[in-house]
């Protein structure tokens, strides 16, 4: 294709669908996890953490207490020395340790199905919440995660401002029906090719593709 035929965001778009969904036919969670709980805990764990380190993690966590229930009975002390190696573990451990007790005391034990009550949980911001609605209750969503965030602007498909900006103009741009799936393609791509130092927005396939004449790094907004 010529570069010309990308000239557009929606053209942009549908190519870097197609290629993703060809490049990725399969779309697992990268976090561990047994159901909704699980979920939401892992998530809130991966903040500023690898998602490799949170699965190290999490299995100690959930042999402990893999229930609203069970987590609310332990020491906010002994989840915290469980999670340390995933860094703000003072923070996280509260968090886990309150929405535990909250999902009991207003949810009936439930991890609610909602992204107003989700963040309201404590330590749930809109990312996490995505991220549960989408992939624990199947809701369309799009998580902006900084793999993300990156590559919308490499690929010019938002100003990329801030992360709130990019999934408002990602949203615009795909089918609803291929947001949960497609969020996952674009982490997977970005983690394995489209990297923070591997590609500048000029050497992989896909930024070569669409900016054959693209000679400068693209310098990522945060």
């Known amino acids: 294709m010529s570069a010309e035929t990308f000239s557009t965001r929606a053209q942009r778009a549908a190519y870097i669908d197609r290629r993703l969904a060809e490049l990725y036919p399969a779309t697992p969670v990268p976090l561990t996890h047994r159901d909704a709980f699980t979920l939401l805990i892992a998530v809130l764990l991966s903040a500023q953490c690898t998602d490799k380190r949170v699965n190290e993690i999490t299995p100690r966590l959930?042999?402990?207490?893999?229930?609203?229930?069970?987590?609310?009975?332990?020491?906010?002390?002994?989840?915290?020395?469980?999670i340390r190696p995933c860094g703000l573990s003072p923070q996280k451990a509260k968090a886990i340790s309150g929405l535990s007790r909250?999902?009991?005391?207003?949810?009936?034990?439930?991890?609610?199905?909602?992204?107003?009550?989700?963040?309201?949980?404590?330590?749930?911001?809109?990312?996490?919440?995505?991220?549960?609605?989408?992939?624990?209750?199947?809701?369309?969503?799009?998580p902006v995660d900084t793999h993300i965030h990156r590559l919308a602007q490499r690929w010019t498909l938002t100003n990329g401002r801030n992360v709130e900006q990019t999934e408002a103009d990602l949203k615009k741009l795909f089918p609803r029906e291929h947001w949960n799936a497609l969020h996952l393609r674009i982490i997977f791509y970005g983690r394995e090719h489209c990297t923070a130092y591997a590609c500048d927005g000029?050497?992989?396939e896909i930024c070569a593709t669409l900016f054959p004449r693209r000679t400068r790094a693209v310098k990522t907004r945060k």
């Open 62 to 82: 959930f042999a402990r207490a893999d229930t609203p229930a069970a987590m609310a009975k332990v020491p906010v002390e002994e989840i915290q020395a469980i």
């Open 102 to 142: 909250q999902l009991l005391e207003r949810h009936g034990g439930e991890v609610p199905r909602t992204f107003a009550d989700l963040e309201a949980l404590p330590g749930v911001g809109h990312k996490t919440a995505s991220v549960v609605m989408a992939q624990a209750f199947g809701v369309p969503a799009f």
């Open 202 to 204: 000029t050497r992989c």
